[in-house]
């Protein structure tokens, strides 16, 4: 099978590692997205192992739509009883960028009628359509009127595990904790510690790594692919039981998190309990002033998601914080590699060190930076060699 594992903007290159390692044959790294060719054990097992993919596409069908009539003619030809069973419904997901259709929801309306007028004048009867728990999720994309139509193999974006319980203002995105994981280099067995943990996906996303548990094992109801005309439930479930057997019981890592709210605290405690990760995340109600290094632990990764301060009038706050950040990792964190993410990169300066890399990601609309710096212990410079005794 062709495929389309689609992503974050700045985890192609992570994403393509993470397929090759599942035994993909990459094809292509793109913008946001890495096409691969495998076979139905491979769909099922990136499905259940992937940490970075957020929807995962079977292609079918391509084609150029100048207009509204080209667009239902081409939909028109496809023959839909192979893909949509007699009594399951359906649903479609469009993505249209740099086309002269104006609206995406007009695209999929369109797709719709053609699909089910085909179905009417085939068998006297139309499939319905299920925006939320649709059988069959199709997805359009049109780029310049060029159109590819895909099977969502999840049925359902990867990135919500199924474990988040709660999640406080601005929790991040599964797909993109993961992601910050890896570009932290994080070597999964490193004391990991996010100071400011919020709803502790970070430390989650961790967990389940050097726990070796896959991430799909918390989809919550059935995988896209299990209505699908060819989908194969005995490789599903061999896959299934595999992926449960590789779990590791005894934790792999020194893994915690502090936050200066309680119900905060209380709520990362849920979804940790929820990963089934209870015994391998500590956590603590802390002000970040307050965090410090592990004493009996070697040096790991501090990786922490601060606020941004979006409201106006919050600039002065946030410099106090981030310049509190900075205090903290010089002074509690030596010998450690520091890894902030954030979208506020002028409160950011007020950290007070110097970045050793700079890495451009997005946290949904907003620009954002993975800053990463090491934390020596006195100073970078290497002593001078002492004099020898003078020489008369």
Known sequence: MHLTATTQFGLEELLADELYDLGADITHVGSRAVEFIGDHRLLYEVALWSRLSIRLLRPFAAFYAADEKALYREVSRIDWQDFIGHGQTFAI???VNRSTFEHSLFVAQLTKDAIVDQF???????????????????????TENEVILSLDAAGDSLHRRGYRQHTNEAPLNE???AGLVLLSGWDGKQPLIDPLCGSATILTEAGLMCQRIAPGLFHQGKFGFENWYDFDPKLWEQVREEAKAQRLEEPQAYLAGSDLDPKVIDMAAANITAAGLEDCVRLSVRDVKDAAAPAK????????????????GEGAQMAALYKTIGDTLKTGFQGYNACIFTGNLEAAKSIGLKPARRIPLFNGPIDCRLLKYELYRGSKREPKPAEGPAQN
């Open 93 to 95: 997901t469009p993505v």
């Open 120 to 142: 009417r004048a085939r068998t006297g009867e139309r499939p319905s359509i299920d925006t939320r728990n649709p059988d069959i999720r199709l997805h359009l994309r049109m």
């Open 175 to 177: 797909v993109l904790a």
């Open 297 to 312: 632990e070697a040096p790991g990764i501090v990786l922490t998601n601060p606020p941004y301060g979006e409201r106006i």
